[in-house]
């Protein structure tokens, strides 16, 4: 009997003394890891989450002509075309996967704009997405293989479905919708969802769509001039330089 009970008091004296032995060597573990993983001071931070502006798909690569300014957060990938004069800003996705995408000489894409191009259209009008000279696409538009003729205005937030014409010196009212296969005549103003004929345009208001294409162009080359080699950034560089006291 005596021995059973002294046999349990060692066993149980053992596996203590075990399981604190593993403790104190599981921390002495992790302490020692983490010493030496600890990164050195000089080691470079770099961010492999960059956004690439040009995708190329198979043998598709974009163009975009020398004048033209697409902004640095831009995605311009497959089939797309940016044409002289032209502006693509902040945030922008051109994607030219399916089929074609052009954006005109002076035509301007704004901020966050989507723009895709089906296969084929259900009406039977080409699938690309073709955006012709002086047009102007306000902010947060959604347009996917429709085609928008010269001198238009499409506001922002609208969007424009498969097959959709919009013709000459027309405008579409902010938050317009489009259907698929709708046709916008020539000189009129539509609005809505669905987008309904509003009135006709006046002679003044057809003139002003081609001066708000150049004067949108005019600005985009002040944003452009910003990653040409001699941009303010030297600016920046010498506030910099006389805050710490360098001389040099």
Known sequence: MSTSIAARFSRK???????????????????????????SSDRVKWDYRGQRKI?????????VAVDAYVAPNVVLA???TVYDGASVWNGCVLRGDLNR??????SSVQERCVIHAAWS????LPAETSIERFVTVGAYSLLRSCTIE????????????EGSLVETHSILEAGSVVPPGRRIPTGELWAGNPARFVRALTHEETLEIPKLAVA?????????????????VYLEVERLKKSLGITI
Not at 13 to 34: I, P
Not at 101 to 106: E, S
């Open 101 to 106: 995408i052009t954006v005109g000489f002076c």
């Open 13 to 39: 004296a053992a596996a203590s003394a075990f399981s604190g032995f593993r403790k104190v060597d599981s921390r002495s573990f992790v302490t020692d890891a983490a010493k030496t993983i600890s990164p």
């Open 216 to 232: 949108i162009n005019d600005l985009s080359k002040e944003h452009f001039s910003e990653f040409l080699p001699y941009s303010t």
């Open 121 to 124: 259209s259900p009406t039977g």
């Open 78 to 80: 497959g089939q797309v």
């Open 55 to 63: 995708i190329p798909l198979g043998q598709w690569v974009p163009k």
């Open 150 to 161: 010269p001198e238009c205005i499409i506001g922002q937030h609208s969007i424009l479905m």
